[in-house]
């Protein structure tokens, strides 16, 4: 530790665990001291190279644990594999890993340096390691040791930190919120605009949509999936009913006895458990029937094993004295009558190859041995035994195009001033919600025209659900500007950390403009 600090030592050890702290600065410690960026001591290959510098993969995995572990502590559980793949935790990591060496880098050309009296007052002031509010050396050094850290280690990864958020905030210094900054954010705040728009949507436009047969012909090929018939399948089958083998059967009071206490749940009342004696003869029945069904189970899975080879189900029945029955073709979502509701059946039965034996297959009704008399694959018919289906499906999809291009269109004629039939939304002022008078919520409108003056159209048509809106500001009502040197300052300081974010986002977006950076892109793809 630093000299200063070795000088605080205490008597008591105060045992606290600091993994979160730990793991915030070791990846800084590899980055910044290269004491990964060459590979050595590390595994081979490498996550990314910055202008020649190498991330390597340890470097990378203990990035990548360390913004899990972040979000499974704000989660409070583990993370689901569709939430890490929908956050792109991978890529973040990996991200930040990047940006943190440029800003490194150009910290040096920057001439940005960190002393050791910055090191020692900020971990002098780190809680975690005081007593009565007193740095504590003795303290310092247990925690370290308990989590196998070195005080150098430590020391490199806090200047590490410091280096990068000393950077940092030199390039957010430079940003400055001007008075046009402010006027421009007081009257998106306080002016009233009132639109005029003209919106489309393929409901809107159906009934203009015309398709030749080539077209339709092109859309049936593209999208084959949405006309396919069915796979379907006719089952040869016999039906074993285990009822009919029970009244052949006894239970033995031991046997009686077993099933009641595996079954212990079903004899529940709301006075608790009922006795065996008052539900004996239940207990009796089911347990027979259990009996029965497994017996008869055993029996059609030994006869089917002997004889599936043969594919005769002819024989199969004979030999069990049933009598086959059949079904024509059918598909999964409508199946035939006689198998109306068994579905594990009719899944296996499509399962099946032509002229294949399947099951036992268990089921509410009796025990199946099943044969796929035949099969016909799924085929997408020629356009003349479907072409209203696809004509409907095609003009849906060409109305979306048309609705755009319509829209498109007319935000040309806005902006031109062209005279052509709109609709106004009345006068509104600006919400972060969005939130547009007979259009309702649509913040990338309200964020675009309140940049824009009086008569002034948006460029492009936006999207607000599956409609397109081309607007113009009709008429833009001012707020007095006396009210805004009164506020200036106030608004200024408010502007001003995001505006020292965006100058700091756009400087390291500069950064990475201007390196070249090679990403090991298998490392950080969806899987």
């Known amino acids: 530790m ?11 050890i105060i045992k ?6 730990v793991l915030s600065f070791i990846g800084t410690i590899f980055l910044v001291w290269g004491k990964g960026s060459d590979g050595i001591g590390g595994k081979s290959g490498y996550a990314a190279k910055v202008d020649g510098t190498k991330i390597t993969l340890e470097e990378y995995d203990r990035a990548y644990q360390r913004i899990r572990s972040m979000y499974q502590q ?30 490194i880098k150009e910290a040096k050309s920057m001439g940005v340096k960190v002393s050791k009296d910055e090191i020692t007052a900020t971990i002098a002031a780190m809680q975690m390691f005081q007593k009565d509010g007193v740095f504590s050396f003795e303290l310092y050094n247990q925690l370290l040791q308990s989590n196998r850290m070195t005080a150098k280690d430590f020391e490199d990864a806090q200047k590490g930190e410091l280096l990068l958020k000393k950077t940092r905030q030199v390039i957010k210094d430079k940003a400055v919120v001007s008075d046009e900054d402010a006027l421009a954010q007081y009257k998106k705040e306080n002016d009233k605009l009132d639109l005029e728009y003209v919106s489309y949507a393929p409901a809107d436009v159906l009934g203009e949509v015309k398709l030749t047969e080539a077209e339709l012909s092109d859309y049936l090929q593209k999208n084959q999936n949405d006309f396919k018939t069915p796979e379907k399948v006719a089952l040869s089958y016999i039906l074993l ?19 009641y206490q595996k079954n212990i749940d079903r004899w529940q009342s709301k006075d608790g458990i009922l006795p065996l004696k008052d539900v004996k003869d239940k207990v009796k029945a089911d347990a027979l029937r259990q ?46 009558a006689a198998l109306a509701g068994e579905a594990a059946v009719i899944k296996k039965g499509l399962e099946l190859k032509q002229g294949e034996l399947g099951g036992p297959v268990e089921t509410a009704k009796g025990i199946y041995i099943i044969r796929a008399k035949e099969r016909k694959a799924a085929t997408v018919p020629p356009l003349a035994e479907i072409k209203p289906a696809v004509e409907e499906k095609a003009k849906a999809a060409k109305s979306v195009d048309l609705a755009k291009q319509k829209a498109e269109e007319a935000a040309k ?35 675009a025209v309140f940049k824009l003056t009086t008569a002034q159209a948006a460029a492009s048509p936006f999207k607000v659900g599956n ?32 505006k020292q974010e965006d100058a700091l986002a756009s400087w390291t977006k500069e950064l990475r403009a201007k390196a070249k950076i090679e990403i090991n892109q298998a490392l950080v793809a969806d899987k």
Request: proline fraction near 4%; charge should be positive; aromatic fraction near 6%.
């Open 467 to 498: 409609r397109w809106y081309s607007v113009r500001v009709k008429s833009r009502t001012e707020a007095p500007k006396t009210e805004f040197e009164k506020t200036k300052e106030e608004l200024k300081k408010k502007m001003l950390p995001k």
């Open 291 to 336: 009996k029965a069904a497994k017996q008869v189970f055993e029996l059609a899975a030994d006869t089917l094993y002997k004889n599936i080879k043969s594919g005769d189900l002819n024989l199969i029945a004979g030999q069990l004295g049933l009598k086959i029955q059949e079904t024509a073709l059918f598909a999964a979502n409508a199946p035939a």
């Open 16 to 21: 606290i665990v600091f993994v979160v702290i």
């Open 241 to 259: 009913d285990p009822a009919s083998q029970a009244a052949k059967l006894t239970v033995s009071e031991e046997e009686i006895q077993t099933f």
């Open 2 to 12: 630093l000299d200063i600090m070795r000088k605080q030592k205490e008597s008591i």
């Open 413 to 447: 004629q806005l902006s031109t001033k062209a005279d052509i039939k709109t609709r106004t939304t009345g006068s509104f002022g600006f919400s972060a919600a969005g939130e547009i008078p007979t259009i309702g919520a649509a913040p990338e409108i309200v964020e």
């Open 74 to 103: 704000i989660y409070g559980q583990s993370i689901p594999a569709e939430m890490e793949k929908m956050l792109g935790l991978k890529k973040v990591a990996l991200d930040n890993l990047i940006d943190s060496l440029l800003v």
